[in-house]
């Protein structure tokens, strides 16, 4: 409730700011202009919304696949450690932002770029998260596997693995938050869809509470995303989240 | 319930003992009786533990000298898996369908043994913290490997859990090689046939004590807390 009455707050400072200094709407408009432009191009909003969504949400699933692939192969193998796992902290120096322009270029206009691109940022969360809590395994554990006669990949897939899912869990959460970066990124640079699209094309065209408002949906669309992928998280791990 | 014949003794020949940096033991020999329960008991830093990781093949250059079933302080239970799940843990682990199946019956039967029968289906964080160390020593009887390691299994849990618990395990445990390891001498009275006092570093066993009667002895028997008493003085005179 409180954020909620902060946030109430907040806007109608804003409306304030707008009403005493009198700036035109293409510069700053006010939130009761942006609501108004909300609902009168719904439609339109949805409609680039959901191409975004689908963006964001394929590119959630690749990045998580390919995360947690790489993180269980650094796991189980200290070839794919010592050949890859620089390459990969490297890769996170380059601001996505600068290879944008290279993806559109390979990857075309579509949807495919900004599913790499979000892709691109979620993957590597992923990684971080997963290898590191595929390390810490409770060594009690490890050790009543090995006078059980276990195996390292019955160790690895049985025990490590799944006591690794929390942490796995917590990088879901993170990567679910920054894969609207991706997507947004890769519409600014060159789309022909999307909310990124809508707000880059309406901010050329003085349409400043159409950006706003497409940047109103981005965010609702963003936390729906993270608060579905807290859910699933939880239902990965219950004997984590019972507590709560 | 016990489908052994004959549980081997347990020897240790003029081991070398190292856990990290640390020696724990120099040309130590050891003899664990066949068939019997043997408390190992001595204050922190003697290096009971590390024993017991040797023996259990856990430590740097150590082999395990034969199958073995081991039990450590906390219960050890994974949280996604259900109790039942947790009993039959070894043989998840070593991926045999069939051995799997046919052992399913036994780790009912313990669950049964152990008073865990109708929470089978249950995750370990449902049960209590005594229930939890039940489902464990089940789970190390499942292993039916003729000897059993046992790092302090009850320190855990509160007097009367552990008091239940101690005879729960000397029911089950009869005829195995045991090797317990306590910090208590009361738990050691009860349930040990033999009882050695360590020492060190680097690492001695006192002689063997053994308190007549049969386990789980009774802890009002007065032969019982004079020992207790001796035990306690025993301990107390080693330098920390």
């Known amino acids: 409730m409180r954020p909620l009455v902060t946030a109430v707050g907040l806007l109608l400072g804003w409306e304030g700011l707008v009403w005493l200094t009198g700036a035109p709407p293409y510069i700053l408009p006010p939130p009761s202009r942006v609501l108004t432009v909300l609902i009168e191009r719904l439609d339109l909003l949805l409609a680039e919304a959901l191409w975004t969504a689908a963006e964001m949400l394929i590119g959630l699933l690749l990045g998580l696949a390919l995360g947690a692939a790489l993180a269980v192969a650094f796991a189980a193998s200290a070839g794919w450690r010592r050949w890859a796992l620089p390459l990969v902290v490297a890769s996170q120096a380059i601001p996505v932002i600068a290879i944008a322009p290279l993806l559109v270029l390979w990857l075309g206009y579509g949807m495919a770029s900004k599913v790499a691109m979000a892709a691109l940022v979620i993957f590597f ?120 | 319930m016990t489908s052994l014949v004959v549980a081997p003794p347990l020897l240790v020949c003029r081991a070398h003992i190292a856990y990290g940096d640390r020696r724990v033991a120099r040309d130590l020999s050891l003899e664990f009786p066949a068939g019997r329960t043997t408390c190992l008991l001595g204050r922190s830093g003697v290096g009971k533990t590390s024993l017991l990781r040797w023996l259990a093949g856990l430590l740097p250059g150590a082999t395990q000298a034969q199958p073995i079933a081991f039990m450590a302080q906390s219960d050890l239970l994974l949280p996604w898996l259900s109790v039942l799940d947790n009993v039959l843990l070894g043989y998840r682990l070593r991926g045999d369908a069939a051995a799997l199946r046919s052992a399913e019956g036994r780790a009912r039967a313990l669950l049964d043994d152990v008073g865990l029968a109708g929470r089978s289906g249950d995750r370990p964080d449902q049960l209590s913290g005594g229930m939890r160390q039940r489902a464990a020593l089940a789970r190390t009887l499942c292993e039916d490997r003729p000897v059993v390691l046992m790092d302090e299994p009850f320190a855990h849990l509160d007097a009367v859990t552990r008091f239940d618990l101690q005879d729960l395990a000397a029911r089950l445990l009869a005829d195995r090689t045991v090797v317990m390891v306590t910090h208590d001498p009361l738990e050691a009275l009860r349930l040990g046939h033999h009882i050695r006092v360590l020492s060190g570093p680097p690492l001695a066993a006192g002689e063997p004590i053994e308190p007549s009667g049969p386990l789980p002895r009774d802890p009002a028997d007065a032969a019982l807390l004079g020992l207790h008493a001796r035990l306690l003085a025993e301990l107390r005179g080693q330098p920390t």
């Open chain 1, 125 to 244: 969360p992923v990684v971080s998260t997963l290898y590191d809590g595929l390390r810490r395994t409770d060594q009690g554990w490890l050790d009543l596997a090995r006078t059980m006669d276990a195996n390292p990949r019955a160790i690895l897939l049985q025990i490590r693995l799944p006591a690794a899912l929390p942490a796995l869990a917590s990088g879901a959460r993170i990567a679910a938050a920054v894969a609207p970066i991706g997507a947004v990124i890769g519409e600014w640079v060159g789309a022909s869809a999307g909310l990124g699209y809508l707000m880059t094309l309406s901010l050329a065209r003085g349409q400043t509470p159409l950006a706003f408002a497409a940047l109103v949906v981005l965010c609702l669309l963003g936390l729906a995303l993270y608060h579905a992928t807290d859910r699933a998280a939880r239902r990965l791990v219950p004997w984590q989240s019972q507590g709560e």
